[in-house]
Each structure stands twice: as C-alpha cells, then as structure tokens.
C-alpha cells in the first residue's frame, strides 16, 4: 500500500514569502480537492493502521503542519473540516 505524508508549512496569501513556505488558500482548497478524490486522507495516528487489500485501494495520506503559524488555524482548519 502506498503512503505519503505532506507537510504544510502555512497556508496564506502573503506579499513576500523569502522561504517559499506559503501556499495559497486557493491552492490549498485545489489540493484538499485532490486528494479527497484521489486517497484517503486519514489523521496521523492512523496512518500505520493494517494494510488494505487488493489492487483498488487508493493510497493513504496524511497532513502535518509544522510551525505555529496562526493561519494554521483560521485558514487551514475550516477548509480541512469543510473536506
């Protein structure tokens, strides 16, 4: 079974990003979308659970977000529970 884990750093629109460590909310919302059509996204304590079975199981996923960014909170999170 495949698994990924992605790591977000912040998620805002930010006039200057030196560290290249933003992603936009629109494109965060592109991203959700996609992996919601595309794996299952599941929280991090679940990601080791037992492997599926078989040829259609679509890979698993999780998200972390490093730092404390409070965008974290009033941009990521609505959209993350919105998905």
Do not use: K
Not at 33 to 48: C, G, Q, S, Y
Request: with cysteine; aromatic share 8%; proline share 10%.
């Amino acid at each position: 079974m495949r698994r990924l884990i992605l790591m977000y750093h912040r998620v805002a629109d930010v006039p200057r990003d030196p560290w290249s460590l933003c992603v936009s909310p629109t494109r965060f919302e592109e991203q959700l979308a996609a992996l919601r059509d595309r794996t299952e996204v599941v929280p991090l304590h679940r990601f080791p659970d037992e492997p599926r079975t078989g040829s259609a199981a679509r890979p698993r996923v999780a998200l972390t977000f490093d730092d404390g960014y409070h965008d974290n909170l009033a941009i990521a999170l609505p959209r993350l529970e919105a998905h």
